[in-house]
């Protein structure tokens, strides 16, 4: 306890909101993580492990993660759809300590992802977030603007569009 409440004032927030904090992230994702084989790796390997990888390594990662990604979403949110996908990699953005928003601009949505990983894992999360937009919405118009540390997704879904509410 006294841990958390040093934790808190170094972050210069209530002891009641760190507490909050910590299971909602508990609730969102660390319930599940044992249960789905996720693992920690160190960031310093993500970037050693991209730096060997060209595009086809990408998409042959991809395309061997999305059967996992659809199991492990319907085993967390209780059913496989766009928004539950979504909430699910907010989720897991989050938890990793990686930083994500999603913007809303009328009828057009941002995602954004910052991860700090370099080019190809920039690749990567531009890759899969298009195929998994393409995966509900094949007609829909993807735009992406990459940097080594920061992908934005944008596509039309409407101004009523809410990942949280389903």
């Known amino acids: 306890m006294e841990q958390i409440e040093r934790e808190a004032m170094t972050q210069k927030i209530s002891l009641n909101v760190l507490v909050k904090q910590i299971l909602e992230k508990y609730v969102s994702w660390d319930r599940f993580g044992d249960k789905i084989g996720m693992v920690p ?10 730096d060997g990888m ?19 979403i319907m085993f967390m949110k209780g059913k496989y759809d766009l928004k539950r996908c979504i909430e699910a990699l907010e989720d897991y953005i ?36 298009k ?5 509900f919405l094949p007609e829909k118009q993807i735009k ?3 940097t080594e540390a920061t992908v934005i ?14």
């Open 153 to 166: 997704t944008t596509i039309s879904l409407g101004s009523d569009f809410d990942e949280h509410s389903y």
């Open 94 to 129: 989050r938890a990793t300590g990686m930083k994500s928003d999603h913007r809303i601009e009328g009828a057009l949505h941002h995602f954004i992802v910052q991860h700090e990983l370099g080019m190809t894992w920039s690749l990567f999360v531009e890759q899969l977030l």
């Open 131 to 135: 195929e998994i937009f393409h995966e």
């Open 144 to 146: 992406t603007q990459t």
């Open 41 to 50: 790796v160190p960031k310093e390997i993500l970037i050693e492990l991209g």
């Open 54 to 72: 060209d595009k086809s390594d990408v998409n042959m990662i991809i395309d061997s993660l999305k059967p996992v990604i659809k199991n492990n």
